[in-house]
């Protein structure tokens, strides 16, 4: 009777973090309800606590969707991030777009985060894949980084026309930022930017069918809150972005 009440106390706190979360994975929520669950008195390690998610049919299924958004632009630069260690915040943005669908078509976000942090420092929501969408991201970006020193920052992007575009190096010049690019149609060579576009959609449900524009402005606005402040990376031990850009 009491390990049944302990695992409904737990189930709980699950669905208490799926509420803001619900797609957080299971290693995440075992590292996030170590405290709530010490102060019930309840101690579950990891196996039996994805046994329990199993049982009661909490276990995040796997989701995969993708459209093109990248359509490469003529000018080339190198990958600066080849044999590079990051090692603390300023050092270097990745850039992405992906597209959300909604009843009156797709819209294109922009995405703009520090790679050592794993912090969105820039995103904008646009209805077409011109390069403003992407400049607005990158200026929210320096707006967010109230006056530190970005000289010398590497811009790390694909190949696509967005980032190519003159207006676009031209303001990467001006902050004496550094271009970086992957090589032409391997994602895996912007991989952070993929993931952080994954998990958006997977885990924050931008992957659903919005009714338009303004609707789906609101979930990514809460969807990048939520992933900047609250949600856990595994990368960052557990570390939430907000806590190591901002060195709290």
Same mark, same amino acid.
């Given at each position: 009777?009491?390990?049944?009440?302990?695992?409904?106390?737990?189930?709980?706190?699950?669905?208490?973090?799926?509420?803001?979360?619900?797609?957080?994975?299971?290693?995440?929520?075992?590292?996030?309800?170590?405290?709530?669950?010490?102060?019930?008195?309840?101690?579950?390690?990891?196996?039996?606590?994805?046994?329990?998610?199993?049982?009661?049919?909490?276990?995040?299924?796997?989701?995969? #969707?993708?459209?093109?958004?990248?359509?490469?632009?003529?000018?080339?630069?190198?990958?600066?991030?080849?044999?590079?260690? &990051?090692?603390?915040?300023?050092?270097?943005?990745?850039?992405?777009?992906?597209?959300?669908?909604?009843?009156?078509?797709?819209?294109?976000?922009?995405?703009?985060?520090?790679?050592?942090?794993?912090?969105?420092?820039?995103?904008?929501? #646009?209805?077409?894949?011109? &390069?403003?969408?992407?400049?607005?991201?990158?200026?929210?970006?320096?707006?967010?980084?109230?006056?530190?020193?970005?000289?010398?920052?590497?811009?790390? #992007?694909?190949?696509?026309?967005?980032?190519?575009?003159?207006?676009?190096?031209?303001?990467?010049?001006?902050?004496?930022?550094? #271009?970086?690019?992957?090589? &032409?149609?391997?994602?895996?060579?912007?991989?952070?930017?993929?993931?952080?576009?994954?998990?958006?959609?997977?885990?924050?449900?931008?992957?659903?069918?919005?009714?338009?524009?303004?609707?789906?402005?609101?979930?990514?606005?809460?969807?990048?809150?939520?992933?900047?402040?609250?949600?856990?990376?595994?990368?960052?031990?557990?570390?939430?972005?907000?806590?190591?850009?901002?060195?709290?």
């Amino acid at each position: 009777m009491q390990r049944a009440a302990e695992e409904q106390l737990i189930v709980e706190l699950v669905q208490g973090i799926r509420q803001r979360h619900p797609r957080m994975g299971g290693r995440k929520l075992h590292h996030e309800l170590q405290k709530p669950m010490a102060a019930l008195g309840i101690s579950r390690g990891r196996d039996a606590f994805f046994d329990l998610l199993r049982a009661r049919n909490l276990l995040v299924p796997t989701k995969r #969707s993708r459209r093109r958004t990248t359509h490469a632009g003529l000018w080339r630069c190198p990958n600066l991030l080849t044999d590079l260690t &990051v090692t603390r915040v300023h050092q270097v943005w990745v850039g992405d777009i992906t597209y959300i669908t909604t009843e009156d078509g797709f819209v294109y976000l922009a995405l703009l985060t520090d790679l050592f942090s794993r912090f969105i420092v820039g995103f904008d929501l #646009s209805s077409s894949l011109a &390069v403003e969408g992407c400049a607005r991201a990158l200026e929210q970006a320096i707006a967010q980084a109230n006056g530190a020193d970005l000289n010398g920052l590497i811009h790390h #992007s694909d190949h696509g026309v967005q980032y190519t575009a003159w207006p676009y190096r031209e303001r990467l010049r001006e902050l004496e930022m550094l #271009s970086s690019m992957g090589e &032409v149609g391997n994602c895996y060579e912007n991989a952070l930017a993929e993931r952080v576009n994954g998990i958006l959609k997977c885990e924050y449900g931008l992957d659903d069918l919005f009714i338009d524009k303004e609707q789906t402005q609101q979930a990514v606005q809460e969807a990048v809150w939520l992933y900047n402040y609250e949600r856990p990376h595994l990368a960052l031990n557990y570390g939430k972005p907000a806590e190591i850009y901002f060195g709290k």
